[in-house]
């Protein structure tokens, strides 16, 4: 049977990123993402809102580059697998969590939104190691529409 293990996720940073050096001097960079569920509840009308934490995690240049430009509150977009971790604690019960090994990112919303560290600017919204963009490139996420599109409404979603 065939997997498929690939993850898509837009928020924004909980905390600043955390940059450390693996024994073989790659670097791994943690961070953790706020995403928001909305919805509309059938019976009420209510719009109802839950928050998801979610564990990511970095390595290489990929790893250098978030930890340079991005800080607590950042929006960001990432793309990877999920991973599960799994370890003994103190009392020897085994734990486990589940998080997101980081392919590659784009930059979200303008260069001042969220505490902006002088990175790159907005239109280089490509993905670490995808290369620059070409010139008269409109990055998805840079807040125009493309062409023959329109935005996109959060109420046209369906989910």
């Known amino acids: 049977m065939p997997n498929f293990n690939r993850v898509i996720l837009m928020g924004r940073l909980t905390r600043d990123p955390e940059l450390k050096h693996l024994p073989s001097n790659t670097a791994v960079t943690d961070i953790a993402l706020a995403v928001n569920d909305r919805w509309k509840d059938k019976n009420s009308g209510e719009s109802k809102e839950r928050v998801n934490?979610?564990?990511?995690?970095?390595?290489?240049?990929?790893?250098?580059?978030?930890?340079?430009y991005f800080r607590k509150g950042n929006p960001i977009l990432i793309e990877g697998s999920l991973r599960m971790e799994q370890w003994q604690d103190k009392e020897g019960k085994n734990r486990s969590k589940l998080k997101v090994v980081i392919d590659g990112f784009e930059f979200i919303g303008s260069r001042g939104e969220g505490g902006d560290r002088g990175g790159p600017p907005h239109s280089s919204n490509q993905p670490v190691g995808a290369g620059q963009p070409t010139e008269g490139h409109q990055p998805v996420g840079a807040g125009q529409p493309t062409e023959g599109h329109q935005p996109l409404n959060e109420d046209d979603i369906p989910f």
């Open 53 to 68: 934490y979610i564990d990511c995690v970095a390595f290489g240049r990929t790893a250098e580059v978030i930890n340079e």
